[in-house]
């Protein structure tokens, strides 16, 4: 029995009188709506109408039970009503996950501006380089930079991230400056391991696509370890561009392997179902694919060397 369908039922029939006119508004016939009150009142156990074959009243349960259904049907009209105000419009809590740095550096920057626009959304923004589980950890989406292993898992493409490959200037004048990709093999490589592709490092050289194994004493799962790592001389790092500005700009780090850039990596908003996305995620998957698309580091244009150094 479907208890909400026979409350409602239950009302009507008290408020109209009667069956008949019950099963001429929901189309029912009067038999099915006679069964249903009867099996409401086996559900409770106890008898809630009086019925003749001239009258019907409600026993002394049936007045208790009527006026505590109407209070429920109240509060469930009024749930319906509250969610259908809301559609189409972003509201109520949205929980982001994001990397660490790059939700530091160009997601946190933004929040501001995406509450001014939809004031009626509360952000909760989580940082994590680990690939946490959505569901389990109650999220309503998350951004994801690198390449996509989970299908199970709706992903729209907001950005791209160049990379370049650098080392502080300290690092090059102790151990000497890499001409090609393959002269990594005779240096510390400093692997950021929450990357798929981990240890091997892709490069887009003159002649194609060119892959490394690199090795190194140093390795980390978080991308500002490997960026602090890079500055305090442990090695060389294939890195976002967005991770260093001024260490670039004033030579403390510096690009090498200018013609053999790092194979770039998609930025993702990821979500866990198609169905009925709320209007709250599509609002910030929108905010971000534009802001993304107008940042130099963030929409892939420009060469990587030009790019770590612009905003």
């Known amino acids: 029995m479907d208890l909400l369908t026979a409350m409602r039922l239950f ?46 009243t409600l026993t002394d349960d049936g007045r208790q039970f009527l006026e505590q259904a109407g209070r429920a049907l109240e509060a469930v009209a009024e749930a319906e009503a509250s969610v259908g105000r809301r559609r189409g419009h972003p509201t109520g809590l949205l929980r982001v996950g994001t990397p660490v740095a790059f939700g530091r550096l160009h997601v946190a920057p933004r929040i501001a501006a995406f509450l001014d626009r939809h004031p009626d959304v509360t952000v909760d923004l989580s940082l994590s380089d680990a690939f946490v589980d959505l569901v389990t950890d109650g999220l309503d989406l998350a951004v994801r930079v690198g390449v996509l292993d989970d299908p199970s898992l709706i992903a729209r493409r907001i950005g791209t991230t160049r990379r370049a490959t650098v080392a502080s200037a300290a690092y090059l004048a102790r151990r000497g400056i890499p001409a090609t990709p393959a002269d990594l093999l005779r240096h510390d490589c400093i692997v950021y391991t929450r990357l798929a592709t981990g240890s091997r ?73 198609r169905r009925l996305v709320a209007p709250k995620v599509r609002a910030m998957v929108e905010f971000l694919a534009a802001e993304f698309a107008a940042s130099p580091v963030l929409s892939g244009r420009g060469d990587a060397s030009h790019a770590a150094t612009v905003g």
């Open 11 to 56: 009302h009507r029939v008290v408020e109209t009188g009667g069956f008949s006119e019950v099963a001429r508004q929901t189309g029912q016939t009067q038999p099915t709506i006679s069964r249903t009150i009867a099996a409401l009142e086996d559900h409770l156990g106890v008898r809630l109408l009086n019925r003749s074959s001239r009258s019907m």
């Open 201 to 273: 490092w892709h490069f887009d050289g003159p002649e194609g696509p060119i892959v490394v194994t690199v090795s190194g004493r140093f390795r980390a799962d978080n991308s500002e370890a490997v960026r602090e790592g890079v500055i305090a001389g442990a090695g060389i790092g294939v890195v976002p561009v967005w991770l260093f500005r001024d260490e670039i700009t004033t030579g403390r780090v510096q690009i090498v392997l200018d013609a053999f850039e790092p194979s770039p990596l998609p930025i993702h908003a990821v979500y866990p179902s």
